[in-house]
C-alpha cells in the first residue's frame, strides 16, 4: 500500500503565504514525479505545480512566480510554498505522485492524498 499525507492546510488573507506538506509511504520502489493539484467548488481539478525525480518543475501560468514547489527524495516528501496569495487559490489541494512500487512494476501508478483546503480571503 501506499499513502500520501499532506498537512499545511490555512485560512490566510490575501497577499499572504503557505506552506504545503506532502509525505509518500509505504511500498515505494522510486517516486518518478511528486505533483500538487487544486479543485475549487464547481470546477475541474487542475494541475498546480509538478516536480520530476530529475529535477525538472512546471507551474500552471497563474501561479508562476509566486508558488515553488519543492522535494526532497530521502524522506519521499513535496512541498509547495504559496507566497502572494490571491482569493482565486481558493481550492482543496491534492498531493499526486506517479511512481513504482517496486522494480518489476515497470509503468508505475498514480497516488493521491486525501486533499487540504487553502481559504484566501480578500
Known amino acids: 500500500q501506499v499513502q500520501l499525507v499532506e498537512s499545511g492546510e490555512g485560512s490566510v488573507q490575501a497577499g499572504g503565504s503557505l506552506r504545503l506538506s506532502c509525505v509518500a509511504s509505504?511500498?515505494?520502489?522510486?517516486?518518478?514525479?511528486m505533483a500538487w493539484y487544486r479543485q475549487a467548488p464547481g470546477n475541474q481539478r487542475e494541475l498546480v505545480a509538478v516536480a520530476t525525480s530529475g529535477g525538472t518543475t512546471n507551474y500552471a501560468d497563474s501561479v508562476k512566480g509566486r508558488f515553488t514547489i519543492s522535494r526532497d527524495n530521502a524522506k519521499n516528501a513535496v512541498y509547495l510554498q504559496m507566497n502572494s496569495l490571491k482569493p482565486e487559490d481558493t481550492a482543496v489541494y491534492y498531493c499526486?505522485?506517479?511512481?513504482?512500487?517496486?522494480?518489476?512494476?515497470?509503468?508505475?501508478?498514480?497516488?493521491w492524498g486525501q486533499g487540504t483546503q487553502v481559504t484566501v480571503s480578500s
Open positions: 499526486n505522485a506517479n511512481l513504482r512500487r517496486h522494480p518489476l512494476d515497470l509503468l508505475g501508478d498514480d497516488y
Open positions: 509505504g511500498t515505494i520502489y522510486i517516486i518518478k514525479a
